[in-house]
């Protein structure tokens, strides 16, 4: 198994999570999202997904793109823990809150939107950084509110084991800091935080503890 994957990816962060908590190994392929205009666009990549986006999950002859997707694929191919619950309210229920983060907040603030942003729009470092913040903390206000309001329902996003809610909520809240928002208002999403970053399976997968690490 290979996965393509960048140190300051948070959507390969998310299927790093995943694959520690399974404790499934992979060759790890690292492709530079900024170095030399963007490995992601040389050939070779290109025929690996044409949207030049990270991750790329290899396994055998199958081919995935989209973490959600090959975090699923894992989650029924692979034995360990199980990532999404057997039921289907709640496996709806950890769907719903992972692409809220990972097709609702992140995709408005990804490096090629905020290169955009930059070199094309010519917006500020401080506008481009008011984009970031306004949008990341619309999504994470009702994430807050959600979570506060099913707060029973467990320790983690969902029960009381790590699901792929969790995968998507921690790299969030890691690209949220490193822009300096304000996190304070969401007391539910740090206390779940702290919770998960206790744990070998989210720590090893933090973007500094990678090869590529710069």
């Known amino acids: ?4 994957t960048y140190y300051r990816s948070s959507a390969s962060y998310r299927v790093r999570i995943a694959m520690n908590l399974k404790g499934i190994e992979a060759e790890h392929l690292h492709v530079h999202l900024s170095r030399n205009g963007g490995e992601q666009f040389g050939a070779a990549f290109d025929a690996l997904n044409p949207q030049h986006l990270l991750p790329v999950l290899e ?9 959600l997707a090959i975090i ?6 692979q034995p360990g823990q199980r990532l999404l619950p057997e039921d ?18 992140h995709p408005l603030n990804n490096l090629r939107v905020l290169k955009y942003l930059s070199e094309e729009l010519k917006l500020t ?4 950084n008011g984009w970031y913040r306004h949008w990341t ?8 509110q959600q979570l506060a309001r099913d707060g029973a329902t467990g320790s983690y996003c969902h029960g009381n084991t790590p699901t792929m809610a969790d995968c998507c909520l921690i790299p969030q809240l890691y690209n949220a800091r490193r822009f300096e928002c304000d996190l304070s208002p969401y007391p ?19 973007p500094e503890a990678q090869p590529d690490a710069e």
């Open 137 to 144: 903390g619309l999504g994470l206000a009702a994430l807050e």
């Open 72 to 77: 699923e694929y894992l989650d029924e191919t």
């Open 88 to 105: 289907p309210a709640g496996r709806a229920r950890v769907r719903a809150i992972s692409q809220l983060i990972a097709c609702d907040i």
């Open 59 to 67: 396994d055998s002859a199958v081919q995935l793109t989209q973490s």
């Open 188 to 206: 539910t999403l740090l206390r779940i935080a702290a919770r998960c970053e206790e744990m070998p399976a989210f720590q090893l997968a933090r």
């Open 1 to 4: 198994m290979k996965l393509h």
């Open 125 to 128: 470092p401080d506008a481009k």
